[in-house]
């Protein structure tokens, strides 16, 4: 009697389980993930050979663009229940008899590199056009009548004492306003700073190798 074969049949792999998982990723990552604000203006660094990295956290930042324009940051710290960006506000606020709503102040909190005279800080925050909002954005006072980026610099160092500074200037930058920041900077007694820039790796031909 002959034998009954089998019928063949092909490896099968049941996908549902990985879709289901794949979904439930995609779904955490969109509602956990915070995109990160503009900028206020478009800065091109100078590049250098230094792979010295700057923190990511707990770090004060001075943005210089090539028209000399003054812009400033301050994140929240790496534990962003210390709520700096309102505190620094409130330090601001009372210097220059300014209010600012819990909810003004929150939404501070949650937004990046600012450079206008403060007295239009407010009207900045509340506008929700990003054009209107880029309007505000023409550089913050330093002069000598009314020096706001000397007082932005000496609230945000009462405010974290962790801080670290960094200088971001476009690479076009005149050096003579990098200068009046780094002299701003040591009135305040800020003697140590980081210059950001990026790395430039060159690249040594084996003919230019010293035998």
């Known amino acids: 009697m002959p034998k009954i074969k089998q019928p063949a049949r092909s490896p099968h792999i049941d996908m549902t389980p990985m879709v289901d998982l794949f979904s439930l990723l995609l ?3 969109m509602l956990t993930t915070s995109f990160r604000p503009q900028e206020a203006a ?3 660094t100078p590049s250098s050979v230094s792979e010295k990295q700057a923190p990511d956290n707990d770090i004060m930042t001075i943005y210089i663009s090539k ?3 003054v812009f400033f940051n301050i994140d929240n710290g790496k534990d962003t229940s210390t709520h700096f960006r309102e505190k620094l506000l409130q330090k601001m606020a009372d210097q220059y008899k300014l209010k600012f709503t819990p909810k003004e102040q929150d939404k501070f909190s949650k937004m990046a590199s600012f450079g206008m005279p403060i007295k239009d800080l407010k009207a900045w925050i509340e506008a929700e056009d990003p054009k209107e909002r880029d309007k505000f954005q023409v550089g913050i006072p330093m002069d000598s009548i009314d020096n706001q980026l000397a007082w932005w610099v000496r609230m945000a160092r009462l405010t974290n004492l962790n801080a670290e500074v960094a200088i971001k200037g476009d690479a076009e ?3 003579t306003s990098v200068k009046k920041i780094m002299d701003l900077l040591q009135e305040n007694k800020v003697n140590k700073f980081n210059l ?3 790395l430039q790796k060159d690249e040594i031909l084996m003919k230019d190798v010293p035998k």
């Open 27 to 29: 779904t955490f990552f």
């Open 173 to 175: 930058t005149d050096y």
């Open 196 to 198: 950001v820039t990026n």
């Open 42 to 44: 478009p800065i091109e």
């Open 67 to 69: 028209e000399g324009k």
